[in-house]
């Protein structure tokens, strides 16, 4: 990724204000953040895995989005 590229985080969000959000990943190209977030296993109402149904479970719908820095 060269100087002049944007580049992007992406975030876990919590619909329970409560919940913080959480970094997953910093400095990814566009390409790359919409490719994580293409992902079933990237959202509450999608994953199928058990550690997203468990994340589920234990802090309410999430889903993982991105933002330009």
Not at 34 to 41: A, G, L, N, T, V
Not at 42 to 69: H, I, M, N
């Amino acid at each position: 990724m060269s100087c002049n590229e944007p580049h992007y985080n992406i975030v876990r969000f919590y619909k329970d204000a409560r919940q913080s959000r959480r970094l997953i990943r910093q400095r990814v190209t566009l390409e790359e953040a919409q490719r994580h977030c293409s992902d079933p296993e990237t959202s509450s109402s999608t994953c199928v895995g058990r550690v997203s149904k468990a994340r589920t479970r234990a802090l309410g719908p999430w889903f993982d989005g991105y933002e330009q820095r």
